[in-house]
């Protein structure tokens, strides 16, 4: 016999709904200061409480020198931390309705190959980010 799993959830029961995020002009300093604070891996870029970008720590450790914060730190490296968020995140990033099933939210992650989704409220407010993490925690109950 063949079974199949039946995941009747949505995307806003499995979401992490604390939504971390900073404005498009704040410093990398900044956004790192948030990443190394927290345990998450992607802030999301708000401009007029609209969804611009998204960052993911990734991103950051690309943008950013190892030196950052040592003795071998340059002053190109400090000024690497003076940069915009805007400067690094990806734009218009993949995003879901918050309402949509998991089954919808699994296969656009596979289509678009991305690792979270932004979910979005009616009015196109961020109102939680979903991850894979997410996912497998609600297919396993606790």
Same mark, same amino acid.
């Given at each position: 016999?063949?079974?199949?799993?039946?995941?009747?959830?949505?995307?806003?029961?499995?979401?992490?709904?604390?939504?971390?995020?900073?404005?498009?002009?704040?410093?990398?300093?900044?956004?790192?200061?948030?990443?190394?604070?927290?345990?998450?891996?992607?802030?999301?870029? %708000?401009?007029?409480?609209?969804? +611009?970008? /998204?960052?993911? $720590?990734?991103? =950051?450790?690309? @943008? *950013?020198?190892?030196?950052?914060?040592?003795?071998?730190?340059?002053?190109?490296?400090?000024?690497?931390?003076?940069?915009?968020?805007?400067? %690094?995140?990806?734009?218009?990033? +993949?995003? /879901?309705?918050? $309402?949509?099933? =998991?089954?919808? @939210? *699994?296969?656009?992650?596979?289509?678009?190959?991305?690792?979270?989704?932004?979910?979005?409220?009616?009015?196109?407010?961020?109102?939680?980010?979903?991850?894979?993490?997410?996912?497998?925690?609600?297919?396993?109950?606790?």
């Amino acid at each position: 016999m063949h079974h199949t799993v039946e995941i009747a959830m949505n995307v806003n029961d499995v979401m992490s709904k604390t939504v971390v995020s900073v404005e498009m002009d704040d410093r990398l300093a900044e956004v790192k200061k948030i990443f190394d604070h927290t345990q998450f891996h992607h802030l999301l870029v %708000i401009e007029n409480g609209q969804l +611009v970008g /998204i960052i993911s $720590d990734r991103d =950051l450790f690309k @943008a *950013i020198s190892p030196n950052i914060g040592t003795p071998a730190a340059s002053t190109g490296d400090e000024a690497t931390l003076n940069k915009k968020a805007h400067q %690094i995140m990806s734009r218009k990033p +993949v995003t /879901i309705s918050e $309402d949509a099933t =998991l089954e919808q @939210a *699994i296969a656009l992650m596979n289509l678009r190959q991305v690792s979270c989704l932004p979910a979005i409220d009616p009015s196109n407010k961020p109102s939680g980010i979903l991850s894979w993490r997410d996912i497998l925690k609600s297919l396993v109950p606790a």
